[in-house]
């Protein structure tokens, strides 16, 4: 009976481990040109935050409640130091936000880009075009572009036209691509 058990448990640490590594490595091979929405915004500045204090308070309290695991910590932390000791604490809700951001926000872009969608068109302004830094494919330009609407900048990379691109600084672009609930994705910029 407890190797079975033993399976399940190390076949979900596994997937909890390495599947934020996939999902990582799936967004940056296809790189989708996604401008979010308010939705995606919400979940971005108030579902993944509300998580991760969520998690933190979780893990504090079983801390504060198992004498052997806060035994076995301070004991590492005695032995490691100071130094260690307040690097993890600084850096654990970040681990922790990273973490959800990559179970949720990749997902919802990467669902965006293989799902047929409403067309979408829209005017903005093209407010930065750099080229990308090396660890991209040469063909790499860098946008930025303004919503004429509510000034909000989005950035994305995108792999055509670079020359082309790199000269409409400060000029009006139409993006075309698909309207999803959480954003928009890009299938051409036309100027």
């Not at 970040?94 to 990559?102: A, D, E, L, P, Q």
């Not at 409403?118 to 830094?133: G, P, R």
Request: overall charge negative; proline content about 4%.
């Amino acid at each position: 009976m407890a190797k079975p058990q033993l399976f399940w448990m190390i076949l979900i640490l596994l997937l909890t481990c390495f599947m934020p590594c996939g999902f990582i490595i799936w967004h940056e091979s296809v790189d989708p040109a996604f401008i979010p929405n308010a939705n995606y915004n919400f979940i971005l500045k108030w579902v993944l935050p509300t998580l991760t204090v969520l998690t933190i308070g979780y893990l504090f309290s079983r801390y504060k409640n198992f004498a052997q695991v806060k035994e076995s910590l301070d004991e590492h932390f005695i032995y490691e130091g100071r130094l260690v000791k307040y690097f993890t604490l600084l850096f654990t809700p970040v681990f922790i936000y990273f973490y959800f951001w990559t179970f949720i926000n990749i997902p919802i872009q990467l669902w965006a880009q293989y799902r047929l969608a409403e067309y979408w068109s829209q005017e903005y302004l093209l407010v930065e075009a750099t080229t990308c830094s090396s660890d991209y494919e040469p063909h790499c330009v860098e946008l930025t572009f303004a919503d004429l609407a509510n000034e909000e900048t989005h950035s994305i990379r995108w792999y055509l036209d670079k020359a082309e691109l790199l000269t409409l600084k400060d000029k009006k672009v139409n993006l075309v691509g698909e309207q999803s609930y959480f954003g928009y994705i890009i299938n051409e910029i036309q100027w």
